[in-house]
């Protein structure tokens, strides 16, 4: 069955850096398209990055282009997303998300991330 | 961008009385492909979202039949027909057509009275 796992998230201070990963099984990794998708306390959820299945494309949302990379790993079957200069507005839960031809199928149970000094 | 905007965004209801949620977009959904792509997730308490429907009533497999979509163009909809304890949570509404970005709707609360 597909399984999506995410990790390192944490605490961080503003400006700082942090790297999240989302380990992937059940599927054919190099075959799909990921996603990053966030989750402010509370809030509603926001779709923040997409890597193609080839890494031949990558789209950010305006939110955090510039600052946030969306890659892959095919050989591990991993997704990442370095995250830097981060600001407490990015304080969410991450998901990562199998993209499935314009929807999303299946979710991974989310890794938090707090920006605070 | 699109803009997805659902109603109710919270919506108490009565065990075994039926539920409906609308979700509309700014602009058409329907691709030059000819499909809409209009997705509907569940999110459980604690939970991490799950697909319930795609291109606007395609259920996915485990989803009980009492969940439907229907809609087309900008408008959008999705009913439970007999709502049950499990199905509190909050759900949203979120277009794969026009993208980026892909787009969610602010999500509606469902709870029980």
């Known amino acids: 069955q597909v399984q999506l796992v995410e990790s390192g998230g944490g605490v961080v201070q503003p400006g700082g850096s942090l790297r999240l990963s989302c380990a992937a099984s059940?599927?054919?990794?190099?075959?799909?398209?990921m996603h990053w998708v966030r989750q402010a306390p509370g809030k509603g959820l926001e779709w923040v990055a997409f890597?193609?299945?080839?890494?031949?494309?990558?789209w950010y949302a305006d939110s955090v282009n510039g600052r946030f990379t969306i890659s892959r790993d095919d050989s591990k079957n991993t997704l990442y997303l370095q995250m830097t200069s981060l600001r407490a507005e990015d304080t969410a839960v991450y998901y990562c998300?199998?993209?499935?031809?314009?929807?999303?199928?299946?979710w991974g149970q989310g890794t938090l991330v707090t920006v605070s000094s | 961008d699109f803009v997805m905007t659902q109603s109710p965004l919270s919506l108490p209801v009565t065990l075994g009385q039926p539920a409906s949620i609308s979700c509309r977009s700014s602009?058409?959904?329907?691709?030059?492909?000819?499909?809409?792509?209009l997705t509907w997730f569940q999110q459980r308490p604690g939970q991490s979202p799950r697909r319930l429907i795609y291109?606007?009533?395609n259920r996915d497999s485990g989803v009980p039949d009492r969940f439907s979509g229907s809609g087309s163009g900008t408008d959008f909809t999705l009913k439970i027909s007999r709502v049950e304890a499990d199905d509190v949570g909050v759900y949203y509404c979120?277009?794969?057509?026009?993208?980026?970005?892909?787009?969610f709707g602010q999500g509606t609360k469902v709870e029980i009275k």
């Open positions: 998300a199998k993209d499935q031809r314009r929807t999303f199928d299946y």
């Open positions: 059940g599927f054919i990794f190099s075959s799909y398209g």
């Open positions: 890597i193609r299945y080839d890494g031949g494309y990558k």
């Open positions: 602009q058409s959904l329907v691709h030059s492909d000819g499909n809409t792509y």
């Open positions: 291109k606007v009533s």
């Open positions: 979120m277009q794969g057509t026009h993208w980026p970005p892909w787009t």
